[in-house]
């Protein structure tokens, strides 16, 4: 079984801040990873794909180090609505294997 | 375009029953996934078709968990005999493409305590 290592959190952080967090992986072939995030009590959903060349859209930033297998996801300007566990799921397969999950609480 | 459905959303069932969850993929999405999430962790990876074929069932946890999808459409999740720790969440999942490198979406859940 191929682990997926992130740090489960919280992250508390005010709104308006920035916040960084990754994702460690083992060895993969994939050539794209993704980032879901999982409100309480719903579904994951996919936030963005993160291709080799990395990936933006609006305020959020996904970065893939293949070298040091990991990948990040960089939010700037936190919003309230951010709070959600955000998921790095690692492409094994067909298959996906998820971890634990990072929980991000933006805090008024 | 109608995203991916499960049926029920909650289910209680005492602990000994059969229960049958349903899936209704994305239409013509070829990879179907179950996977299990119990209380604060990460989905665990539980079966996956490509169309009608079971090509892994290496998740299910017990021979007491069964999984089809007859036309390549639909799929049935069946749990026999209930047990408690099989309490949790199933999620099921469709793919356009039978390849881990493009994006899942993931329907609400069934939400499964087991008394």
């Known amino acids: 079984r191929k682990e997926v290592e992130q740090d489960p959190g919280p992250f508390n952080v005010p709104e308006g801040a920035t916040v960084a967090f990754n994702c460690t992986y083992s060895n993969s072939a994939s050539q794209s990873f993704f980032w879901y995030r999982q409100d309480c009590r719903k579904e994951p959903k996919l936030l963005m794909s993160v291709y080799s060349s990395g990936n933006e859209d609006g305020r959020f930033t996904a970065q893939l180090n293949r070298a040091s297998q990991y990948i990040s996801l960089l939010i700037r300007d936190s919003k309230l609505s951010d709070s959600a566990t955000y998921l790095c799921?690692?492409?094994?397969?067909?298959?996906?294997?998820f971890g634990p999950g990072t929980r991000l609480s933006a805090l008024p | 375009g109608a995203g991916v459905s499960q049926s029920p959303r909650y289910k209680v069932a005492k602990r000994g029953q059969d229960v049958a969850l349903r899936c209704d993929p994305i239409s013509g999405h070829v990879s179907l996934f179950w996977y299990q999430q119990a209380l604060g962790q990460g989905p665990e990876f539980l079966t996956y078709f490509q169309n009608e074929a079971q090509l892994d069932k290496s998740g299910l946890p017990s021979d007491r968990f069964f999984a089809e999808r007859p036309e390549g459409s639909v799929s049935t999740l069946k749990i026999q005999r209930t047990q408690q720790e099989d309490s949790a969440v199933y999620l099921c999942a469709s793919s356009l493409v039978a390849d881990g490198s493009y994006e899942q979406y993931f329907g609400p859940g069934t939400r499964l305590t087991v008394t």
């Open positions: 799921p690692f492409p094994y397969g067909q298959n996906f294997v």
